[in-house]
């Protein structure tokens, strides 16, 4: 009899994690040229360097775990054969590394490595026999039908964005929960573009004249991180139905929020400093939007999915405004140049990209319900 397929949340979670680990692998993109002295041949042979990086090999080891349990889990759920859907899910994340290794040799700043592959590639096989184990053990189809009790049907996408949020709150914000400030960076690279464009000169002058805010009002930065707080919480009210499962979604926001948050701050500046992160309304402001989820709780999917894209408005429009602090800007320096550049592109770009995934998702859904 053939196999039952489902929607999974394991395929758009090994879509988004295949993107951050290429991002993660050929990051800063920058200085690409064709390797000096090398031929088409030896670009394809890896070499195999003669160091061993201990920290290396368990980041490139780990950061392919996850993809390979998450490509078996939704090859599995979409009806493939056990064996085929092992061979896949290690084969598929080895192709991709070893493609990420080449690419590499085009970037000064990037060194191809077969160990580094190996370690790859010994991740995905973990990866794909620990979720060949879940799936033996009845664990998927145990958390499936968990989710047909939590959760309406087709909420794969919104379900992946709720698991990526608390990641993107790991990547250092200029607010508290203040995700998807991306404007600075399109200003700063639309510059570096027209730089030299003898047509764009008015609007180079233009974006750098652009002024920088140096404070912002203090109910502002409350209603930012209330809203950051907020949105993700009526995300979660349209894909699951009114009743007291709202109620314990929105304690689990707050406190993902208070963890993340706090866990970000530690490993940036160490665990002194772990609650250096809160500022004077932050916490009212927390306590005012979990209140105020608490009363929303009981609207329908379509207001709620309204309130959401409002919600996530005025997050970006408030964000937009915030300076650069000095927290901000020395989180940032750790994270971009120091220690934790392996997790660059892993937090980065969900932070910076959540909201507007998450209004797009918003958007398509009360458009499907028109």
């Known amino acids: 009899m053939a196999s039952v397929r489902h929607r999974s949340l394991a395929s758009p979670l090994a879509l988004a994690w295949a993107a951050l680990v290429v991002y993660a692998s050929l990051f800063p993109f920058s200085g690409w040229r064709w390797p000096p002295g090398h031929g088409v041949l030896p670009l394809l042979l890896l ?51 070893y493609g990420a290794e080449v690419t590499q040799a085009f ?5 191809p490595s077969a160990k580094d592959w190996a ?53 250092p914000a200029p607010l508290p929960l ?27 002058t233009m974006l750098l004249d652009v002024p920088v805010s140096r404070h912002l009002w203090p109910p502002l930065e409350g209603l930012a991180s209330a809203l ?37 701050t530690v490993l940036n500046f160490g665990p002194q400093h772990a609650l250096t992160w809160l500022m004077p309304v932050t916490l009212p402001a927390l306590g005012a939007a979990t209140v105020l989820a608490v009363l929303l709780a009981p609207v329908g999917p379509r207001l709620a999915a309204a309130f959401g894209l409002v919600a996530l ?30 997790f660059h592109g ?6 910076w990209l959540w909201p507007y995934a998450a209004m797009g998702w918003l958007i398509a859904r009360l458009a499907a319900r028109a």
């Open 346 to 351: 892993l937090a980065q770009w969900i932070g």
């Open 178 to 204: 203040g995700l998807g400030q991306v404007g600075e960076r399109l200003r700063e690279a639309l510059v570096d573009g027209l730089e030299g464009v003898p047509w764009a000169d008015g609007a180079r």
């Open 47 to 97: 070499p195999w360097p003669p160091w061993l990086d201990v920290f290396d090999l368990w980041a490139n080891f780990l950061g392919y775990l996850p993809l390979g349990a998450l490509l078996l889990i939704a090859l599995r759920r979409s009806g493939v054969a056990p064996l085929g859907a092992l061979v896949l899910a290690v084969l598929s994340p080895a192709a991709l590394s």
């Open 313 to 342: 408005t005025g997050l970006v429009m408030i964000v937009a405004q915030a300076p650069s602090d000095p927290y901000f800007a020395e989180s940032l320096q750790a994270w971009e140049q120091g220690r934790f550049a392996h």
């Open 228 to 264: 950051g707080l907020l949105a993700p919480c009526l995300l979660a009210y349209t894909v699951v139905a009114p009743g007291w499962r709202r109620v314990a979604l929105a304690g689990g926001a707050l406190a993902l929020a208070l963890g993340a948050m706090t866990l970000s």
């Open 119 to 171: 370690s790859n590639s010994a991740g995905a096989l973990a990866g794909a026999l620990l979720g060949a184990a879940l799936h033996a053990l009845g664990l998927i189809d145990r958390w499936h039908a968990l989710r047909e009790r939590w959760f309406v049907r087709r909420s794969a996408g919104a379900l992946a964005l709720l698991a990526l949020w608390p990641v993107g709150l790991l990547f």
């Open 107 to 111: 970037l000064p700043s990037r060194h």
